[in-house]
C-alpha cells in the first residue's frame, strides 16, 4: 500500500524548481498560478536565494506549487492514503480532490500572508529536539513555556515560542536530547502566536465548496481519516495554531498497512522520519525529476493503480 505525503516549510531550497521547468507544461502552469495569486513563483523557485524564500508568504506557495507540479508527473494515480506536513495539507487536499489545484494555490496564499502577519507581533522562531523521550521533553518544554509544534516521531519534536524562551531551552536542554537546532523559519507556527491567522483561514474556507477526498485523507491535528471535504477545510483552518501531530500520521499509516511512501518535491524531510519510524517501509523522495522512474517503478510495485 501506498501513502503519498507532501513536506512542510522548511523544506524549500534556493533553485529546487529549476529541473521542473524543463517537464512540458510546467512553466506555463506556475506563470497561471503566478499571476493568479500575484507572486512569482518561478523567479523564486529558480532565482532566489535562501532569505527571500525563507519567507514565509513566499515559502508556502512555493512548496504547494512544488507539490502539486511534481505529483502530476507521476500520472493519474491512486494511492492508498495521501497526507502533508503542516502546508503540506493543502497539497495533499488539492491531490485528493477536495479543490482544484488553482484553489489550492489562492488558499495557500492567503494562509501564508496571515501566518507572516502575525508572527510580526512578537519575536517567535521554533527549534528541532533531536532525540530524549517524549513524556520527558513535553512537560519539559512546557514549563519554559514553549509549545510541542510539532511531534514528528522518530525522536523529534519541534519547539516553538518567543526567542527568549527558545534561548533558554538552548541553554537547559530535556534529558536526552542531543541537540536542539534552531530553524529557518519566521515565527511560531503551530501555537497560540498564530490564532490571528486562523480567522482568516476560516473565512477563506467558508467560501469553498469541497469535495470529499478521493483517497484515504490523514490529518495532522489527530492522524485519523477525514472523509468531508467539509472537515479537511475545518481542520485547515484550525491547523496553524495546534499542533502537527506527524507522529500519529505515521502510526494511522501503519494501521493502514503502508508498504511504500513517496514524498513530492522538495522530498527529504518526511522520507527521513518514515525511515526512523517505519522499518520495512520503502521509501522515495522526489527531488527532481529524474527521480521519476524511481518512483513509478515503486508506484508499480506497491499496488498503487495507474488510470490511463
Known amino acids: 500500500m501506498l501513502v503519498l505525503v507532501a513536506p512542510g516549510q522548511g523544506a524549500q531550497a534556493p533553485g529546487f524548481l529549476t529541473p521542473w521547468l524543463d517537464l512540458p507544461g510546467v512553466e506555463a502552469r506556475l506563470r497561471a498560478w503566478s499571476e493568479a495569486i500575484d507572486l512569482d513563483l518561478v523567479h523564486y523557485g529558480t532565482l532566489a536565494d535562501a532569505d527571500e524564500i525563507r519567507d514565509t508568504a513566499v515559502a508556502q506557495p512555493l512548496l504547494v506549487a512544488a507539490g502539486l507540479v511534481s505529483a502530476a508527473a507521476l500520472g493519474d494515480i491512486t494511492p492508498g492514503a495521501v497526507a502533508g506536513h503542516s502546508v503540506g495539507e493543502i497539497t495533499a487536499a488539492a491531490y485528493a480532490g477536495v479543490f482544484d489545484d488553482a484553489t489550492a494555490l489562492a488558499l495557500v496564499r492567503k494562509r501564508g500572508l496571515a501566518m507572516a502577519e502575525a508572527a510580526t507581533r512578537a519575536e517567535t522562531g521554533m527549534s528541532a529536539l533531536l532525540g530524549g523521550d517524549p513524556e520527558v521533553t513535553v512537560p519539559h518544554l512546557e514549563r519554559l513555556g514553549l509549545t510541542p509544534a510539532n511531534v514528528n516521531g522518530a525522536g523529534q519534536i519541534v519547539a516553538a515560542g518567543t526567542l527568549e524562551q527558545l534561548a533558554a531551552l538552548a541553554e537547559d536542554k530535556p534529558e ?4 536542539v537546532v534552531p ?84 522530498g527529504g524531510t518526511l522520507t527521513g522520519l518514515a525511515k526512523r519510524a517505519l522499518p520495512g517501509v520503502a521509501t522515495l523522495a522526489l527531488k527532481t525529476p529524474d527521480d521519476l522512474d524511481a518512483a513509478r517503478a515503486l508506484i508499480a510495485e506497491h499496488g498503487a493503480r495507474q488510470e490511463l
Open 176 to 179: 536526552g536530547v542531543r541537540r
Open 183 to 266: 530553524l529557518k523559519v519566521a515565527g511560531a507556527f503551530h501555537t497560540v502566536h498564530m490564532a490571528p491567522a486562523v480567522d482568516t483561514l476560516a473565512r477563506a474556507a467558508k467560501e469553498l465548496t469541497p469535495g470529499d477526498p478521493r483517497f484515504t485523507y490523514v490529518s495532522n491535528k489527530d492522524g485519523q481519516a477525514v472523509a468531508t471535504g467539509t472537515e479537511v477545510l475545518e481542520r485547515l483552518a484550525g491547523q496553524v495554531a495546534n499542533p502537527v501531530r506527524w507522529d500519529l500520521c505515521m502510526d494511522t499509516f501503519k494501521e493502514l498497512g503502508v508498504t511504500a511512501l513517496i514524498e513530492v518535491c522538495p
